[in-house]
């Protein structure tokens, strides 16, 4: 008798159900958190449904909707060929000094001095403050690159345009070069604002601006080691 004591308490030792019932219990609560992970993912795409977008040619189409940091090549590409024209084309109804107060909003904040200086200095024979009557620049693009994606919204743009000065006595004209590289970022609100009874410069700037972009960083377009260091010399 004494020899089978040990066989029933091994028998009626509760350790192995235990440890079964605990490990049932383990599986079913993951098999409900996986469950929920679903119904989540479900909800949320029932949250952020398809967005309806109409095309100026009037077609509609339906989107999906992207993160903030997300830009389209197009909106880029246009982006900086619009606001590198907007900041180089002058005149004496135009002056420099007026456009580059309304332009500069579209640049980031650590940038503006070193670019504003980079503008004095781009063309020797116009004048920051004033323009020379007469006197017209026009900035004229050639190329203007698919963007290429350097970071999280963050994008390089090559240009490839002439800025065409003309005066009284120079019909002909004048061509400057400007061929750089242009680096750009994704910014949370616009970066510039409308005024009352705004004139035609200030809302082109408005509209460039509703892309919520910004330059933060020009270089020569043989530059193979442009970042967006805003410190790095302009050539």
């Not at 909106?75 to 107060?101: A, C, D, H, N, Y």
């Not at 242009?182 to 609100?189: G, S």
């Not at 509209?207 to 919520?212: F, H, I, T």
Request: glycine letters at 6%; charged letters at 20%.
């Amino acid at each position: 008798m004494q020899l089978l004591k040990p066989e029933n308490n091994k028998r009626n030792n509760p350790l192995p159900l235990l440890a079964l019932g605990t490990f049932g219990l383990h599986l079913f609560s993951l098999l409900l958190l996986v469950f929920h992970g679903s119904m989540l993912q479900d909800l949320s795409r029932q949250l952020t449904p398809q967005s309806l977008v109409q095309l100026v040619n009037g077609e509609a189409i339906t989107v999906d909707p992207q993160q903030n940091l997300e830009r389209q090549p197009e909106t880029i590409r246009r982006f900086v060929g619009e606001t590198m024209s907007l900041m180089l084309t002058w005149s004496q109804q135009q002056p420099p000094k007026t456009v580059w107060e309304v332009s500069s909003q579209l640049i980031a904040n650590d940038f503006k001095q070193k670019f504003q200086s980079e503008i004095t200095n781009f063309n020797p024979d116009a004048q920051f403050d004033n323009v020379n009557r007469g006197t017209e620049n026009i900035f004229v693009i050639q190329r203007v690159s698919q963007p290429t994606k350097i970071g999280d919204g963050r994008w390089k743009v090559e240009i490839q345009a002439n800025q065409l000065t003309f005066s009284g006595s120079d019909k002909l004209g004048k061509s400057i070069g400007f061929n750089k590289q242009i680096l750009v970022r994704a910014i949370d609100e616009p970066a510039t604002s409308l005024p009352n009874a705004a004139p035609p410069l200030h809302l082109a700037a408005y509209r460039l601006g509703e892309a919520r972009l910004e330059i933060y960083n020009i270089c020569d377009i043989q530059d193979k080691n442009c970042s967006g260091n805003s410190n790095q010399v302009i050539p």
